[in-house]
């Protein structure tokens, strides 16, 4: 296959495993330090991790040691807490610039996200932007929090007032009591359709910065959505953690004439306007990026209309499409397989209702699209590459049962094609082009692809290639991450770019494909903003979940600058454009409790109270810590994470989720596939020369009759004593394929 361009060497970190396992080896660097966690002054939740030297000493020279240990201790703290305290235009305490849109450009974005109800937030616009007028915000009521009546108090209008730099005239909210009825009070209710998550009180209870715990957040995020539904133990009312609200239709106030706005709001000062005039600057106080010119000014069409999800003629948004997006390169393995399976059993698929029933009038439908890059990461595709994908894909036991019939208005597998889908981006289809040699671009650090001819040159060129295809050492022609050696980082940087243009091109949440969703998504893709969450302790994004409208005004300011930027969308980059063009805002940074909730306890922090379950590291998935391995069995689905959207599990590609089952576990109906996989599987761990004869040797093709499940006969005996967290979540989701349980809302799957 032709390869696509050229460059330099490895990011020093391609995955937040590999940024740690370097954070430990810098901590153990040398018998003679050791780490200590100093607290960071102003800030109570976070300590900072130092190397201080290990005090071995001699009994004479101690206290003489000891005192210079102490001085270098409290030095260090001073210095630190200098640095903490630096003004952010100070340029020495900053990285170097990225931006290339002048003022005005940047007050267009901001005003085009918000006209279009993209910002339905009453968090401040930032003063660097200089927009005077509050500008007309169609996604925020004008008052604020109206709360429904519970069951457990009489009714009331209870309101609460907030101040916002915007001109609130959107329709009101009511704040419901979500619970399940009698009738089904075993399971949590599924979410009122067109409800909206309030990110401002998701901020409010769970933003690390101001020291929330991800254990309380979660609990907020349980509560407010009724997941412990029949097991509630708090008592009192619960109006302030009610985060899920209904637009009221035909409440809009949009109608307000323009010479109420002065009565409603004035004009807000801007400090930074102040600079700008007496400057005769109008974008005095940026910094453009170093050698680059600024962008032409951009022009956007209209603005979208917020329309409340009741007032709409169908159940969908047309302008916000509802899909999520996975990215994936090499043979189909249990990672995307239980993706997948995580979205049939927490999604609002419509499978418990009969196939014939035709399309919902009062649910909008999600559907997960898969993106299948069928060789390695710099080739491009051959003329026929989708037949050849879905013909692999029939035959991957792992992937064969989602072509089924019943899966076919919810899960889509598709081809990617770098060509086409850089092309199909207005913003660089006319530019891209010219950084084609360094494509594979990850936070600055290039790798470089060379041309296929380039390989023909050079004979003991093409031979080591050969050798190192055959060993799996070629990073060029790698197709999946087999081991943490053998890591496929061209997949993973091509994929940092996908994303972006997927959510582009098609709108909707790009995920991660080592992700696990927990819950409906119903509230989130009401809330018609962008967002990705936060990088544990650093307030950068990490973009393992992305969600984007399509083709918006952010959308087009990411992809400019990413071109004047070397293409370029490694998260941590990704963090420095929105942070340096003032648009972090219109990107919201949701803290990680909400799909990655142990992550700050695999970094050291908030050990003191952890959410349950308690991992130190990612591998406690997957390798459940003795002393913790009852918990999987004993609190199941309803145990992990409850209250999270999503877990991120940090890669792992290599290791299975069920070792002692490696198989899809799907029942007769896909007997074919497991009897194909158990067989590869057996005849891959029997020793050399012994065979598989006692086997049936069949394929996925193979008649019914040819096909003998009591042939893998086993007894529970042989099954592992302590279920890892890992299997125990594979089990489940396919007991529900299998039709022995509900989904997590109750729900029986119909075929």
Known sequence: MPLLGSGGGLPLHSSAVREKEQLKRASNAGAWLQPALLPVPGVRSRRLRVLIPTLCLRRQRGPLLACFACMALVLTVVLVSRSLGRSEWDPSSQEPTTLVFRREDLQRIWQWEIASGHFPSRQSIPEQIGIIDPPINPALPPKGRTISPSRYRPPSAALVSEDTDTLALGPNRVY?????????????????????????VIMKHCDFSLGKYVRDCLEVLRVGAGLDNGHRTRRGSFDDWKYIYIEEANSTTSEISTPSRDSLQPPIYRPAIAAQESTNDPDAGLLLKDGANWEPALSFPAPLTHHPAASLPEPCDPENQRLFHMFWTGPFTDKPYLALLSFLFTQNTGLHEPAHSGPSTTVCRPQFWLWINPGPAAAIPNPNALHDMFTQLKENPWAAPFLHPRFKDVINFKLWNTTEQLDGVPEIRDEWR????????????????????????????????????????????????KSSSEYD????????????????????????ADTILLRDWEELWGWKGAFAYRWSRLEKYNTAVLRMNRGSALGTFLFRTALRNGLDFHPMTVSRYTADAYLEGLLLRLPDALFDAAWLNTEYYQRDRP??????????FFDTPEQNSAAPQALGFDGFFRGSYSYHFHNFWWKPFDPVRNWPDLGTRFVAGETAARRALHEAQAPLGTGSDTLPKTDADADAEDVRPDAYEESVEEDKRDLDWAAVLKRIFESYIRGERANMYGEWLVW
């Not at 080591?464 to 790698?478: F, K, Q």
């Not at 959410?611 to 406690?620: A, H, I, K, N, R």
Request: charged share 25%; proline share 8%; glycine share 8%.
């Open 176 to 200: 419901p009591d979500i619970q399940s009825t009698p009738a089904n009070g075993l399971y949590p209710p599924r979410p009122i359709p067109g409800t909206v998550a309030d990110m401002d």
């Open 434 to 481: 010219e950084l084609r040699d360094t494509l594979f671009n990850s936070g600055g650090h290039v790798i470089s692809v060379p041309d296929e001819e380039d390989e023909d040159v050079d004979v003991a060129h093409a031979n080591a290639t050969a050798r190192a295809r055959v060993t799996g050492n070629d990073l060029i022609h790698r197709t999946g991450s």
């Open 489 to 512: 980082r061209l997949s993973v940087i091509l994929s940092d770019m996908a994303r972006f243009v997927l959510c582009h091109r098609f709108g909707g949440v790009y995920l991660d």
């Open 611 to 620: 959410p349950q379950p308690y991992f130190t590291e990612f591998g406690d």
